[in-house]
């Protein structure tokens, strides 16, 4: 699915973690594209992969944890022979910037806030403290924190204001491309809201191109251009946010759209049966089988791969064609 | 006193558990008090659901623990079936221990690795020497694990705990208490843990129950999930009541600017719908609560009157109580 527009590109990851039981395959060869100016969500339930993904691209993985790539390309540079020292110097932060998950605990309780800014900086970059402390004062305001914030402790700040100063850390040294990993997760529903709306005016005033994941696919409806959903270690769908909403093709993203409640209606929420699969001994075949209400025998050997239908949507499953729109 | 009209009230009238006037407040270093729950009169109407939402902080989990009497309250008071709870001794005490349950967020945070299954769900039978054989004890767990479809109960009952996913032990947390047959169920965040796909799971089990007879609270910040199975909805923030109504009116027309935009701000899955945020900050610190109304610094409309003087809880319609000067 090469895109003239593609900022970054991904092909055929793969992640596996060695644990005491065996390999876990967490993703398991995944390939996409992220246009420029947009942002993808990337929603899958616990376990689904989802942060093994963002951290197999920055390549920031565990030691138990061995990648494979055909390609990883951020900003037409092919990253996988990189060294560590020259993705740290000429992408990671400069191009392609993360905010990790539970981010609110990664900042260190033992520094003040602007000490972090310019720990970040100086792994990346060679800035002088005092512009370092500049422009953080000034991304602070822009995030709607007081820049006098900069002599805090992290403990000193609510979980909100921490995510704040994550997201202006992330942007200080104007990437092009930013990773949110669960940005929202722990936050209070009102907090998170103004997170989002933050968020979206970042995004147009830096001109970002961005992943933003999510377990929340209602989260996901509120942020996202396209939508890639991830189940047990790959991406079964990848679509518009509308086409996913409005014209899911995959049985796992019809059951979980259809698991989230609307505040709106009246309506009980349904379930899909049984759990999603354990990772080192996933089922043979289509590894959504086992709880898929179509499932026929061709699926419980052959595992579908990730096929484009029109529109520039993607999807795996052996029946496919049924759920495309005419 | 109020003991003698007690007795003579025939179970199965008037509220199942009520609160009046209920504060709770914790002592803080330096001479500061905390008032995690300021002055909450509730009733739950047996067979009815009632749901209490508000942000971290609001005082929510608090409140239920005091219900439970897990919790004393500073003043005020808690009744169950007409008695303070307080004053509860012997077997009216082991009666109410056993009728009102409470399935805490996360459980089995920190469980032995050990325990099983069994051990957990027959926790409270065995400690408060309900019944003591081992096969009585297998049927009550048996039972139990079949009501929150658990089955075949054979098949998870000597599973530990530490092998089950998280909506598995979600189910575990709900049957150890209805083990103890109870009469009120208190949930804490019930589902907020749980994957999507598996949270309608075990919200259909709540279902089921309700139609059984048990009485719900269930205490969320996640309004959503609430809204297919409460029949009344109490709103709190910084430790009062804020608004109170039938669910479905509150949700879809809330008075109060706090449930306003605690509702605004709850994702939709619907790409052509945004969230908003309403609210301006973030909820104060419960030590120092602010003047008149509690939520004035955050709300769009408020005005010079709402920073000296503190709003009452009034009926605004019928049936729909706001504490907030403009609610109309
Ligand atoms: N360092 C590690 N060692 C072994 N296994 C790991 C490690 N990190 C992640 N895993 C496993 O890899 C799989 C994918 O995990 P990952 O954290 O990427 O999922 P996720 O989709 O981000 O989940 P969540 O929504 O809970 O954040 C899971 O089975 C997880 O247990
Ligand atoms: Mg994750």
């Known amino acids: 699915m090469p895109s003239a527009t593609s900022i970054l590109s991904v092909r055929d990851l793969h992640v596996t973690f060695s644990t005491p039981r065996g390999p876990l395959y967490a993703v398991q060869g995944i390939s996409f594209d992220l246009g420029e100016g947009e942002t993808m969500g990337l929603v899958g339930e616990s376990g689904s992969g989802k942060s093994t993904l963002a951290l197999g691209i920055l390549r ?22 990189m060294s560590e020292r020259d993705l740290n110097s000429a992408v990671r932060w400069t191009k392609l910037a993360y905010v990790p998950q539970a981010s609110q605990n990664a900042l260190d309780p033992l520094y003040r806030v602007g000490d972090q800014f310019v720990e970040t900086v100086a792994a990346h970059a060679k800035v002088e403290r005092e512009d370092v402390l500049k422009k953080a004062g000034t991304l602070l ?23 704040r100063v994550m997201i202006a850390m992330a942007l200080i040294l104007e990437p092009k491309i930013v990773i949110l990993d669960e940005p929202t997760t722990a936050l209070d529903t009102i907090i998170q809201a103004q997170i989002l709306e933050l968020f979206k005016q970042m995004r147009s005033f830096q001109k970002l191109s ?16 396209r939508v890639g959903v991830m189940y047990a270690g790959s ?29 709106r209606k009246n309506k009980p929420i349904s379930f899909i049966p049984g759990t999603p699969p354990d990772m080192v001994n996933p089922p043979p075949g289509c590894r959504f089988h086992p709880r898929c209400p179509y499932v026929q025998e061709v699926c419980k050997k052959s595992d579908p791969p990730l096929l484009p239908y029109p529109g520039d949507h993607y999807a795996a499953c052996h029946f496919a064609e049924r759920w495309v729109k005419q | ?58 005082g929510k989990t608090t409140l239920g623990k005091t219900l439970l009497r897990i919790q004393k309250p500073t003043t005020g008071t808690v009744k169950f079936e007409g008695r303070d709870v307080t004053k509860l001794r012997g077997k009216e005490l082991r009666e109410f221990q056993r009728s009102v349950q409470m399935v805490f967020q996360d459980p089995f945070d920190a469980i032995d690795p050990l325990f099983t299954v069994f051990d957990a769900v027959t926790e409270g039978v065995r400690v408060g020497r309900i019944e003591k054989s081992r096969d009585k004890l297998e049927a009550i767990v048996s ?13 998870f009952i000597h599973r530990r705990i530490t092998s089950l996913s998280g909506g598995q032990r979600q189910r575990v947390a709900i049957a150890r208490s209805l083990a103890m047959n109870p009469s009120v169920l208190v949930l804490d965040e019930p589902v907020s843990m749980l994957d999507a796909s598996v949270r309608g799971g075990v919200i259909s089990i709540m279902e089921d129950l309700k139609k059984s007879g048990t009485t719900f609270v269930t205490i969320t910040h996640d309004i959503a999930t609430v809204r297919f199975f409460t029949d009344t909805l109490v709103v709190m923030y910084l430790g009062q009541v804020v608004e109170t109504g039938a669910t479905k009116d509150v949700v879809s ?16 899955p619907d790409p052509s719908y945004h969230v908003k945020s309403l609210a301006k900050g973030e909820i104060a610190n419960a030590a120092a609560p602010p003047s008149g109304c509690r939520f004035h610094p955050r709300c769009p409309y408020a005005q010079e009157r709402c920073r000296v003087e503190e709003p009452k809880l009034r009926e605004v319609r019928k049936g729909r109580f706001a504490s907030c000067h403009f609610a109309q």
């Not at chain 1, 822009?142 to 402790?153: C, E, H, M, W």
């Not at chain 2, 008037?14 to 009046?20: A, K, N, S, V």
């Not at chain 2, 039972?143 to 098949?155: F, G």
């Open chain 1, 210 to 225: 961005s992943i933003f994941i999510s377990h929340d696919i209602s989260v996901i409806s509120n942020i996202a251009d």
């Open chain 1, 60 to 81: 920031l993985l565990p030691l138990n944890g061995k990648w494979t790539a055909k390609s990883i390309s951020v900003m037409g540079q092919d990253v996988v022979s």
């Open chain 1, 141 to 163: 305001e822009q995030v709607g924190v007081d820049p006098a914030k900069l002599q805090s402790y992290p403990w000193e700040l609510s979980g909100g204001q921490k995510q």
């Open chain 2, 253 to 268: 027309d809330p008075l109060h600017p706090y449930s306003q935009a605690l509702i605004a701000a709850v994702p939709v």
């Open chain 2, 1 to 58: 006193m109020g003991e003698a009209i007690a007795v003579s009230q025939p179970r199965g009238s008037g509220p199942i558990l009520e609160t009046r006037d209920l504060k709770v407040q914790f002592k803080l270093k330096g001479g500061h008090k905390l008032s995690a729950v300021d002055g909450v009169t509730l009733s739950i109407v047996r067979n009815q659901s009632l749901g209490i939402a508000g942000e971290s902080g609001s």
């Open chain 1, 235 to 263: 991406l079964v769908e990848m679509a518009s946010v509308s086409d996913i909403f409005k014209n899911p093709i995959h049985p796992y993203t019809q059951g979980l759209r259809e698991s989230v409640p609307d505040v």
């Open chain 2, 143 to 155: 039972d139990a694990l079949k009501r929150v479809q658990l089955s075949p109960p054979e098949e």
